[in-house]
Nanobody, 115 residues
């Protein structure tokens, strides 16, 4: 059974930085696209960023210029570098992997931005 395990969340002050990681087990198989989502309290889950097998990236307008998605294909690890964090970035962050015929989700990691 494939799985995704996120790490790197925590408490940070406004303007600070964090780097999230998402380790994919080898049993997941060939991943086409990996994505980061987040869900703030009382809100729906929203897409944050994605990266294809070929390395093409896209970021939501709300994080563009502040967050950067990347991937180490050899280690099967997805990253999200988050800079200039603000209060609105507080959420549980989830990674997602799309393989032929299936989607995998991680358990989530909490990011709290607070002074």
């Amino acid at each position: 059974q494939g799985q995704l395990v996120e790490s790197g969340g925590g408490l940070v002050q406004p303007g600070g930085s964090l780097r999230l990681s998402c380790a994919a087990s080898a049993s997941i198989g060939s991943i086409n696209v990996m994505r980061w989502y987040r869900q703030a309290p009382g809100k729906e889950r929203e897409w944050v960023a994605s990266i294809t097998f070929d390395g093409d990236t896209n970021h939501a307008d709300s994080v563009k210029g502040r967050f950067t998605i990347s991937r180490d294909k050899a280690k099967n690890i997805l990253y999200l570098q988050m800079n200039s964090l603000n209060l609105e970035d507080t959420a549980v962050y989830y990674c997602n992997a799309a393989v032929p015929g299936r989607m995998y989700w991680g358990q989530g990691t909490q990011v709290t931005v607070s002074s």
